[in-house]
């Protein structure tokens, strides 16, 4: 099954830095992936996500890259901000045969931006 | 859309009891995952459905854990009988195409 590595666990950045979070994933097959961030106490929710026949994709202070050669992915967040401060979660799914978008989540990365 | 709802959304229980949760996934949806969550093993896949049809349940712990989708818009989780170590998170979450919504999760306690 697919296998998702994501670094760092933890990342902490001063307001106004950038801040970046990767993510391995194993299944060539894998064709989506998401991010999610999840506040404290909170579900985790969909911040940007990006498809594999896409290279980048840019939502405001938020990016992801994606390098299908090498299985490898990456979130960017520019200007970071006290309120993004969160855990990071990346997924990775194949769509089509039976996987029917079954998410394979990394480990999350605690994100702390100190105003 | 109210979104995925999940009830309760908290339970303390003693072990030994059995636990039923509950989740009612965004109208129109049609795949149904469960998730499990703690801070040792991070978000964790246990079952997910299809057109109400369970298609992979290879991440249920074991027996104690069931979980059923008789309809389009209700599925439950039931933990029988629970134990200490299934204290976590559990979130529902739903899903048409590749997009998952997750609901506001379900904090579980075994004491």
């Known amino acids: 099954g697919e296998n998702v590595e994501q670094h760092p666990s933890t990342l902490s950045v001063q307001e106004g830095d950038s801040a970046v979070i990767k993510c391995t994933y194993s299944d060539s097959a894998s064709n989506y992936f998401p991010w999610y961030k999840q506040e404290l106490g909170k579900r985790p929710q969909l911040i940007i996500d990006i498809r594999s026949n896409v290279g980048e994709k840019k939502d405001q202070r938020i990016a992801v890259t994606l390098n299908k050669t090498a299985k490898h992915f990456s979130l960017h967040i520019t200007e970071t901000q006290p309120e993004d401060s969160a855990v990071y979660f990346c997924a990775a799914s194949s769509r089509g045969g039976t996987s029917y978008g079954k998410l394979t989540f990394g480990q999350g990365t605690i994100l702390t931006v100190h105003p | 859309d109210a979104g995925v709802i999940q009830s309760p959304r908290h339970e303390v229980t003693e072990m030994g009891q059995e636990v039923t949760l509950r989740c009612k996934p965004i109208s129109g949806h049609n795949s149904l995952f469960w998730y499990r969550q703690t801070m040792m093993r991070g978000l964790e896949l246990l079952i997910y459905?299809?057109?109400?049809?369970?298609?992979?349940d290879s991440g249920m712990p074991e027996d104690r854990f069931s979980a059923k989708m008789p309809n389009a818009s209700f599925s439950t989780l039931k933990i029988q009988p629970s134990e200490p170590r299934d204290s976590a998170v559990y979130f529902c979450?739903?899903?048409?195409?590749?997009?998952?919504?997750f609901g506001e999760g379900s904090w579980l306690t075994v004491v």
């Open positions: 979450a739903s899903s048409f195409g590749n997009t998952i919504y």
């Open positions: 459905f299809n057109n109400n049809v369970p298609i992979d």
